[in-house]
């Protein structure tokens, strides 16, 4: 929003607009904070000073008599940007911007050095009339009402051309589901329906099983020294790739086998879901066993 004027003004070259903010979220946004920032450079400027109230309160107010007689503000110094002999802001020198955050103000103008500097830091705090507040707060979710312009204690005509702008930073909403009860919400998962592990972002343990299985009927069905057709299969051509939920690398009991390529989710391996398979895992040279219902390796056996 703009406020401009010049000339004596409605009292002593002091032009002031009030406005009233407030921010409205969307469902599930999480405010995070506000800021209020008054260009007051390039196109604008102020003559010769400023004030800024919140809520009725006033957190700063300054004019010429505040900066005139400092030597920052003077020929030569920091301020005098354009060696004109003195800082103009009526002339927008320096490019003026007021920042207001919660418990801080800052008057940020460019430098002769060719950075900017907070200009409030340098003026004369011991006069009459000088207000720079340093505890304070405000509510953009609740609203408040501000009021800004400029101060003219040099007298005569004032005037301003600035522009404020108000910045909300928010989190935007997000799915707040977790399809697979990994901990990580759909939004950041990159396996959203299968369980998987932070290092993965989301996603779980590839591993290699055997095609060539063996099924039982009830659980410790097999003795891993009379297994040697499937403890001996080594090429690719008899292993295809599945996943599993454990934490690690290598599945351990009680982890499960959650996708095998060869069939859908959820795995069920072979001929009806009752019982249990025995497969091999190609890079720990064991066997697994898995009860069909439901993925579950319920049982591991070194090959001889």
Known sequence: ??????????????????????????AGDVFERC??????????????????????TRLLNFDQRHWSGMPEFQSGGRFDSNLSGSWTPWSAEGTPKLEIVNNSIKLMILTT???????????????VDWVLSSSFTYDCEAGFSLE???QNGGGGP??????????????????????????FLNAVDACPYASGVASLNGCPWQVYVGNNFKSSVVSNGIEAV?????CSRSASGYYNIAYHSGANPEPIVGDYIIYNNKNSFPHSYVFGTTGFAYVKLRDFDKIIEIRKTDGEIVAQYNCP
């Open 1 to 26: 929003m703009v406020i401009t004027g010049a000339g004596n003004g409605v009292v002593g070259g002091v032009f002031l607009r009030t406005v009233n903010v407030s921010l409205a979220l969307g």
């Open 113 to 127: 050095s060719g950075i900017r500097e907070d200009a409030l830091l340098f003026m004369d705090t011991s006069l």
């Open 148 to 150: 800004f312009g400029n």
């Open 35 to 56: 800021e209020l920032k008054l260009s007051l450079g390039a196109l604008g400027q102020f003559d010769d000073g400023l004030q800024f109230s919140i809520n009725g």
């Open 226 to 230: 009379k297994e040697e057709y499937l």
């Open 158 to 183: 004032g005037s301003i051309d600035a522009f404020l702008q108000v910045e909300a930073y928010v989190n935007p909403c997000f799915d707040p589901v977790d399809y697979d009860f990994d901990g």
